[in-house]
Protein backbone atom coordinates (compact mmCIF):
# COMPACT_ATOMS: atom_id res chain seq x y z
CA UNK A 1 0.00 0.00 0.00
CA UNK A 2 0.98 3.47 -0.48
CA UNK A 3 1.62 6.28 1.64
CA UNK A 4 2.32 9.69 2.36
CA UNK A 5 4.54 11.65 5.12
CA UNK A 6 4.40 15.29 4.87
CA UNK A 7 7.27 16.20 7.43
CA UNK A 8 6.33 19.37 8.74
CA UNK A 9 2.41 20.93 9.43
CA UNK A 10 3.19 24.66 9.56
CA UNK A 11 6.13 26.37 7.74
CA UNK A 12 6.49 29.79 8.30
CA UNK A 13 8.94 32.24 6.25
CA UNK A 14 9.72 35.81 5.18
CA UNK A 15 8.62 37.29 2.13
CA UNK A 16 11.24 37.13 -0.52
CA UNK A 17 12.82 34.22 1.55
CA UNK A 18 13.42 30.56 -0.09
CA UNK A 19 11.03 27.34 1.65
CA UNK A 20 11.62 23.66 1.20
CA UNK A 21 8.13 21.95 1.63
CA UNK A 22 9.46 18.38 2.20
CA UNK A 23 7.28 14.83 1.14
CA UNK A 24 8.33 11.12 1.90
CA UNK A 25 6.54 8.49 0.49
CA UNK A 26 6.33 4.50 0.93
CA UNK A 27 5.34 2.40 -2.16
CA UNK A 28 6.42 -1.24 -3.40
CA UNK A 29 6.22 -0.93 -7.19
CA UNK A 30 7.30 2.67 -8.83
CA UNK A 31 4.96 5.86 -8.79
CA UNK A 32 4.20 8.83 -10.04
CA UNK A 33 4.44 12.02 -7.77
CA UNK A 34 2.39 15.32 -7.07
CA UNK A 35 2.06 18.45 -5.47
CA UNK A 36 -1.07 21.06 -4.76
CA UNK A 37 -2.47 23.54 -3.32
CA UNK A 38 -5.30 24.81 -1.51
CA UNK A 39 -6.29 28.18 -0.73
CA UNK A 40 -9.21 28.96 1.87
CA UNK A 41 -12.55 28.03 0.96
CA UNK A 42 -11.33 26.67 -2.02
CA UNK A 43 -10.76 23.32 -3.79
CA UNK A 44 -7.15 21.53 -4.65
CA UNK A 45 -5.45 22.54 -7.81
CA UNK A 46 -2.13 21.32 -9.35
CA UNK A 47 1.29 22.98 -8.80
CA UNK A 48 3.66 20.07 -10.24
CA UNK A 49 3.81 16.48 -11.02
CA UNK A 50 6.49 14.13 -11.80
CA UNK A 51 5.50 10.91 -13.80
CA UNK A 52 8.96 9.59 -15.16
CA UNK A 53 12.56 11.49 -17.20
CA UNK A 54 13.98 13.85 -15.55
CA UNK A 55 14.07 14.47 -11.66
CA UNK A 56 13.46 17.90 -11.26
CA UNK A 57 10.30 19.17 -12.43
CA UNK A 58 9.21 22.92 -12.85
CA UNK A 59 5.55 23.67 -11.66
CA UNK A 60 3.62 26.68 -12.11
CA UNK A 61 4.00 30.09 -9.81
CA UNK A 62 8.24 29.19 -9.57
CA UNK A 63 7.74 26.27 -7.59
CA UNK A 64 9.54 23.23 -8.60
CA UNK A 65 10.09 19.72 -7.11
CA UNK A 66 12.60 17.11 -7.32
CA UNK A 67 12.13 13.10 -7.05
CA UNK A 68 14.96 11.29 -5.22
CA UNK A 69 13.98 7.32 -5.58
CA UNK A 70 16.62 6.39 -2.99
CA UNK A 71 15.46 8.74 -0.59
CA UNK A 72 12.10 8.16 -1.53
CA UNK A 73 11.52 12.08 -0.97
CA UNK A 74 9.81 14.48 -3.54
CA UNK A 75 10.71 17.94 -2.16
CA UNK A 76 8.79 21.42 -2.71
CA UNK A 77 10.64 24.20 -3.23
CA UNK A 78 10.54 27.55 -4.17
CA UNK A 79 13.55 30.50 -4.61
CA UNK A 80 11.83 33.66 -3.20
CA UNK A 81 8.17 33.15 -1.73
CA UNK A 82 5.60 35.90 -2.17
CA UNK A 83 2.59 36.99 0.16
CA UNK A 84 0.33 35.73 -2.10
CA UNK A 85 1.61 32.02 -1.97
CA UNK A 86 0.66 31.50 1.70
CA UNK A 87 -1.48 28.09 1.18
CA UNK A 88 -1.97 24.99 2.19
CA UNK A 89 0.18 22.47 -0.26
CA UNK A 90 -0.50 18.45 -0.32
CA UNK A 91 2.17 15.73 -1.37
CA UNK A 92 -0.39 12.95 -2.93
CA UNK A 93 1.36 9.50 -4.61
CA UNK A 94 -0.51 7.16 -7.13
CA UNK A 95 1.07 3.97 -7.88
CA UNK A 96 1.95 2.80 -11.16
CA UNK A 97 0.54 -0.42 -11.50
CA UNK A 98 -0.48 -2.83 -8.86
CA UNK A 99 -3.61 -3.53 -6.88
CA UNK A 100 -3.72 0.56 -6.06
CA UNK A 101 -3.87 1.74 -9.72
CA UNK A 102 -5.22 5.08 -10.14
CA UNK A 103 -5.87 5.32 -6.36
CA UNK A 104 -4.70 8.84 -5.16
CA UNK A 105 -3.20 9.19 -1.49
CA UNK A 106 -2.20 12.43 -0.09
CA UNK A 107 -0.14 13.63 2.60
CA UNK A 108 -1.50 15.55 5.88
CA UNK A 109 -0.53 18.72 4.33
CA UNK A 110 1.75 21.97 5.11
CA UNK A 111 0.22 25.15 6.17
CA UNK A 112 2.98 27.83 3.99
CA UNK A 113 2.16 31.26 6.07
CA UNK A 114 4.62 33.66 4.07
CA UNK A 115 5.25 37.06 6.75
CA UNK A 116 5.81 40.71 5.23
CA UNK B 1 -15.52 24.40 -19.24
CA UNK B 2 -17.63 24.54 -15.94
CA UNK B 3 -15.32 22.36 -14.23
CA UNK B 4 -16.21 19.96 -11.28
CA UNK B 5 -19.60 20.75 -9.81
CA UNK B 6 -20.57 20.37 -6.37
CA UNK B 7 -24.07 20.44 -4.13
CA UNK B 8 -24.57 21.52 -1.94
CA UNK B 9 -22.02 24.13 -0.96
CA UNK B 10 -23.15 24.12 2.92
CA UNK B 11 -25.38 21.52 4.60
CA UNK B 12 -26.41 21.94 8.18
CA UNK B 13 -28.48 18.89 9.64
CA UNK B 14 -29.24 17.35 12.41
CA UNK B 15 -27.93 13.96 13.90
CA UNK B 16 -29.75 11.06 12.63
CA UNK B 17 -30.50 12.93 9.38
CA UNK B 18 -29.98 11.49 5.86
CA UNK B 19 -27.38 13.95 3.79
CA UNK B 20 -27.11 13.32 0.18
CA UNK B 21 -24.13 15.15 -1.60
CA UNK B 22 -23.96 15.63 -5.35
CA UNK B 23 -21.23 16.33 -8.17
CA UNK B 24 -20.98 16.23 -11.67
CA UNK B 25 -17.52 15.96 -13.10
CA UNK B 26 -16.18 17.76 -16.31
CA UNK B 27 -17.81 15.94 -19.32
CA UNK B 28 -15.61 13.62 -20.78
CA UNK B 29 -13.81 12.55 -17.50
CA UNK B 30 -13.63 8.71 -16.70
CA UNK B 31 -12.44 8.62 -12.97
CA UNK B 32 -14.28 10.48 -10.11
CA UNK B 33 -12.90 10.73 -6.52
CA UNK B 34 -14.85 11.34 -2.91
CA UNK B 35 -12.34 12.76 -0.41
CA UNK B 36 -13.25 13.65 3.38
CA UNK B 37 -11.59 16.83 4.61
CA UNK B 38 -11.17 17.20 8.28
CA UNK B 39 -8.33 19.49 10.70
CA UNK B 40 -7.81 16.17 12.49
CA UNK B 41 -7.25 13.59 9.20
CA UNK B 42 -6.38 15.43 6.86
CA UNK B 43 -7.72 14.15 3.17
CA UNK B 44 -8.68 11.24 3.18
CA UNK B 45 -9.95 9.11 -0.03
CA UNK B 46 -13.33 7.82 0.34
CA UNK B 47 -14.12 5.80 -2.99
CA UNK B 48 -13.27 6.32 -6.23
CA UNK B 49 -14.28 5.23 -9.80
CA UNK B 50 -13.36 4.41 -13.27
CA UNK B 51 -15.56 4.58 -15.88
CA UNK B 52 -18.54 4.63 -13.50
CA UNK B 53 -17.69 1.34 -11.72
CA UNK B 54 -16.00 1.43 -7.92
CA UNK B 55 -12.92 0.78 -8.19
CA UNK B 56 -11.88 1.27 -4.16
CA UNK B 57 -14.48 2.12 -1.63
CA UNK B 58 -11.90 0.82 1.13
CA UNK B 59 -11.87 4.01 2.35
CA UNK B 60 -15.56 4.33 3.34
CA UNK B 61 -16.00 4.94 7.00
CA UNK B 62 -18.91 2.75 7.92
CA UNK B 63 -21.89 1.27 6.42
CA UNK B 64 -23.48 4.50 6.62
CA UNK B 65 -21.55 6.01 4.08
CA UNK B 66 -22.88 4.91 0.02
CA UNK B 67 -21.66 6.06 -3.27
CA UNK B 68 -22.91 5.66 -6.55
CA UNK B 69 -22.34 6.76 -10.15
CA UNK B 70 -25.43 5.92 -12.30
CA UNK B 71 -23.76 7.48 -15.25
CA UNK B 72 -20.92 9.13 -16.10
CA UNK B 73 -22.05 12.72 -15.67
CA UNK B 74 -23.25 12.16 -11.81
CA UNK B 75 -22.34 10.73 -8.50
CA UNK B 76 -24.01 10.88 -4.97
CA UNK B 77 -22.23 10.75 -2.07
CA UNK B 78 -25.16 9.51 0.59
CA UNK B 79 -24.71 9.30 4.62
CA UNK B 80 -27.79 7.61 6.24
CA UNK B 81 -28.33 8.40 9.26
CA UNK B 82 -25.75 11.17 10.00
CA UNK B 83 -23.60 11.98 12.95
CA UNK B 84 -21.64 14.99 14.41
CA UNK B 85 -18.43 12.92 13.49
CA UNK B 86 -18.87 13.29 9.81
CA UNK B 87 -18.99 17.02 9.82
CA UNK B 88 -16.25 17.65 7.44
CA UNK B 89 -15.83 19.21 4.08
CA UNK B 90 -16.32 16.64 1.47
CA UNK B 91 -14.65 16.99 -2.14
CA UNK B 92 -15.44 15.41 -5.32
CA UNK B 93 -12.65 15.05 -8.34
CA UNK B 94 -12.22 13.90 -11.61
CA UNK B 95 -10.04 13.20 -14.08
CA UNK B 96 -9.48 11.95 -17.83
CA UNK B 97 -6.72 9.74 -17.80
CA UNK B 98 -6.21 6.48 -15.37
CA UNK B 99 -3.29 7.46 -13.51
CA UNK B 100 -1.07 10.33 -14.63
CA UNK B 101 -3.78 12.74 -15.18
CA UNK B 102 -4.54 16.06 -12.98
CA UNK B 103 -7.15 15.84 -10.77
CA UNK B 104 -9.80 18.34 -10.93
CA UNK B 105 -11.19 19.17 -7.78
CA UNK B 106 -14.97 20.97 -7.13
CA UNK B 107 -15.13 23.93 -4.08
CA UNK B 108 -16.48 20.99 -1.89
CA UNK B 109 -19.26 20.57 0.32
CA UNK B 110 -19.01 21.46 3.79
CA UNK B 111 -21.70 19.68 5.92
CA UNK B 112 -22.31 20.18 9.37
CA UNK B 113 -24.03 17.59 11.64
CA UNK B 114 -25.22 19.25 14.89
Known amino acids: AQSVTQLDSQVPVFEEAPVELRCNYS??????LFWYVQYPNQGLQLLLK??????LVKGINGFEAEFNKSQTSFHLRKPSVHISDTAEYFC??????????????FGQGTILTVHP | DAGVIQSPRHEVTEMGQEVTLRCKPI?????LFWYRQTMMRGLELLIY????????DSGMPEDRFSAKMPNASFSTLKIQPSEPRDSAVYFC????????????FGEGSRLTVL
Open chain 1, 27 to 32: SSVSVY
Open chain 1, 50 to 55: YLSGST
Open chain 2, 93 to 104: ASRDSPNTGELF
Open chain 2, 49 to 56: FNNNVPID
Open chain 1, 92 to 105: AVSESGGTSYGKLT
Open chain 2, 27 to 31: SGHNS
